[in-house]
T-cell receptor, first 114, second 115 residues
Framework: SQTIHQWPATLVQPVGSPLSLECTVE??????LYWYRQAAGRGLQLLFY??????ISSEVPQNLSASRPQDRQFILSSKKLLLSDSGFYLC?????????????FGPGTRLTVL | AQSVTQLDSHVSVSEGTPVLLRCNYS??????LFWYVQHPNKGLQLLLK??????LVKGINGFEAEFKKSETSFHLTKPSAHMSDAAEYFC?????????????FGTGTRLLVSP
């Protein structure tokens, strides 16, 4: 069966510090991968998606970047965090051969920037 | 572009009473629709999905939703609320863009269940 992991679970970082959040998927190959952010009391905003190694698309301009160094690894980064980067970050995946099907979400990372 | 509107930001019910969470969508073609549930500080779990098969969709934990094309609605219901149903619920529409699937989320409805 497939599983998705995210770490760390929680993170408190000062403004201006770097960030690296990791997401890995097990039990599948060549998934489409997604990074979402959920601000307090709001819905999910798609940040990045990837259809393959090294292929990253950004949905909104922001202080963050993403990379996919391996097939089942997706990393969210920042060189200098802003207060507005605080939120709940969710990684998700979907098999590439399936269309119009649900995405599977990881447990999320709670990021607080102080 | 497709969009989803969740009509209520909060819904309060008593345990044992029916639940109705409303969702309207906008789509230029026959959409795929989903309801996800999120408990505090947790990831999202799929409740149910509609993908152009039966219009009445049954999901987990006794939830169901009916796709009504004429009303562009996909409301979520449950006959009898349980305390464990208290959570945030998201209505979601799926769209395809050059072979890539993208989910568009509503802003969520927080369900409060009182004893």
């Amino acid at each position: 069966s497939q599983t998705i992991h995210q770490w760390p679970a929680t993170l408190v970082q000062p403004v201006g510090s770097p960030l690296s959040l990791e997401c890995t998927v097990e039990g599948t190959s060549n998934p489409n991968l997604y990074w979402y952010r959920q601000a307090a009391g709001r819905g999910l905003q798609l940040l990045f998606y990837s259809v393959g190694i090294g292929q990253i698309s950004s949905e909104v301009p922001q202080n963050l970047s993403a990379s996919r160094p391996q097939d089942r690894q997706f990393i969210l980064s920042s060189k200098k965090l802003l207060l507005s980067d605080s939120g709940f970050y969710l990684c998700a995946w979907v098999p590439t051969f399936r269309t119009y099907n649900e995405q599977f979400f990881g447990p999320g990372t709670r990021l607080t920037v102080l | 572009a497709q969009s989803v509107t969740q009509l209520d930001s909060h819904v309060s019910v008593s345990e044992g009473t029916p639940v109705l969470l409303r969702c309207n969508y906008s789509s230029s073609y026959s959409p795929s629709l989903f309801w996800y549930v999120q408990h505090p500080n947790k990831g999202l779990q799929l409740l149910l999905k509609y993908t152009s098969a039966a219009t009445l969709v049954k999901g987990i934990n006794g939830f169901e939703a009916e796709f009504k094309k004429s009303e562009t609605s996909f409301h979520l219901t449950k006959p009898s609320a349980h305390m464990s149903d208290a959570a945030e619920y998201f209505c979601v529409v799926s769209e395809m863009n050059t072979g890539f699937q993208k989910l568009v989320f509503g802003t969520g409805t927080r369900l409060l269940v009182s004893p």
